[in-house]
């Protein structure tokens, strides 16, 4: 093997290696993902674009949320985005250090960039580590774990007669307590989760439609950055 191929084999498994820990996550969460899709009457191929075209677990778990209830389209594509926009910051974060790479390296790394991948090549680069072979590999392989794991829970989903027997009609809510739970750790956090409760509540009370949670998310992300700001200063 010529010295160019050991070197790009090497980089090939760093990044598989990398990989790893994140595929031991994704694998259950994605299998969750697919089964509640499933059991929220989404067809195989809907369920699979949503991991093949947003990949990204928050927002997909929150889509099939609304889908499940009925919410209108344009409330769950203002909802995604609101959710998926931390990605932009965190593709700008890493640009900087992409200048020599080829273009299909930058649109695999931003593509299919995530909060697990980003904290790990961000470690790779304050370490002047932020090898594109690698990265990408890392990326792929996190992404292809995710869109499989969303096809075997979604065939699960399928050979479960009884979901309620099973507790899967909670899954989806305890999920989005959990993850209410982890943004809670500040004063930022918390004041954005009662911002936020308190406007879904009051516009539902109003009979504000599926309008309500859009509108909440928004107040409370509003008063979230506010905080932080004030806090700063």
């Not at 996550?25 to 929220?40: E, F, K, N, R, V």
């Not at 969303?150 to 699960?156: E, F, W």
Request: charged share 10%; net charge positive.
């Amino acid at each position: 093997m010529q010295k160019g191929a050991r070197k790009t084999a090497a980089s090939v498994e760093k990044g598989v290696r990398q990989a790893f820990p994140i595929v031991l996550g994704y694998a259950p969460i994605g299998t969750a993902y697919g089964l509640l899709a499933q059991q929220a009457g989404l067809g195989l191929w809907a369920t699979l674009g949503m991991s093949i075209f947003v990949f990204a677990g928050a927002s997909q778990f929150m889509a099939v949320s609304m889908i499940q209830s009925g919410v209108e389209t344009a409330v769950i594509i203002g909802s995604t985005f609101m959710v998926n926009f931390r990605h932009v910051l965190m593709s700008a974060s890493v640009a900087p250090c992409l200048g020599s790479w080829k273009t299909w390296q930058r649109l695999l790394l931003g593509g299919m960039l995530t909060d697990e991948t980003f904290v790990l090549h961000s470690l790779n680069m304050g370490r002047n580590d932020l090898n594109p072979i690698s990265a990408v590999t890392l990326n792929v392989t996190a992404y292809v774990t995710w869109a499989t794991a969303g096809a075997v829970g979604y065939n699960l989903g399928a050979m479960i007669a009884d979901p309620k027997a099973w507790g899967l009609d909670f899954a989806l809510p305890a999920m989005f307590v959990g993850l209410l739970l982890s943004a809670c750790g500040n004063k930022a956090g918390i004041i954005a989760a009662v911002a936020g409760g308190a406007v879904s509540v009051g516009l539902h009370l109003l009979n504000a439609g599926s309008w309500g949670a859009f509108l909440g998310a928004l107040a409370g992300a509003t008063a979230g950055v506010f905080f932080m700001k004030e806090s700063k200063d």
